[in-house]
C-alpha cells in the first residue's frame, strides 16, 4: 500500500507541476494577449490621430482653397464690373460722338440749304 501511496503523491505533484505550467501558459498567453491588445489600441490610436489630423489639414486646405476661390470670384466679378463700366463709357462717348457729327452734319446740309436757296430751289442737287 505504501507503493500505491507513493504514486498516487508522484501523480499528484507532476498534476500540480502541469496545472502550474498551464496557469503560466495561461498568463504568458494573457500577457501575450495583452500586450497584443495594448499594440493595436496604440496603433488604432495612431491610426485615429493620423485621420483626424489629414481631416483637419484637408478643411485648412479646403478653407483656403474656397478663400482664394472667393478671393479669384471677387476679382473676375470686379473685372468684369470694370469692363462693363468702360463699355457703358465707350458707348456713351461714341453716341456723344456720333451726337456731335449728326449735329456737324445737320450744320452742313443746314449751310447747304442756305447756300442752295440763295441760288434758288435746291431741288435735284446732292
Known sequence: GRQRAYMDELRRQQEEVKARERAREAE????LAWVNRSVSEDKEKAQREKQ???????????????????????REMEREAKER??????????????????????????????AGGQRGGGLGEG
Open 28 to 31: 504568458k498567453a494573457s500577457d
Open 52 to 74: 483626424e489630423r489629414a481631416e483637419k489639414q484637408a478643411a485648412i486646405s479646403s478653407m483656403y482653397k474656397s478663400q482664394e476661390e472667393a478671393t479669384r470670384r471677387r
Open 85 to 114: 463700366e468702360e463699355a457703358v463709357l465707350l458707348s456713351k462717348m461714341r453716341s456723344e460722338m456720333s451726337q456731335l457729327e449728326r449735329q456737324e452734319h445737320e450744320r452742313l446740309m443746314a449751310a447747304k440749304r442756305r
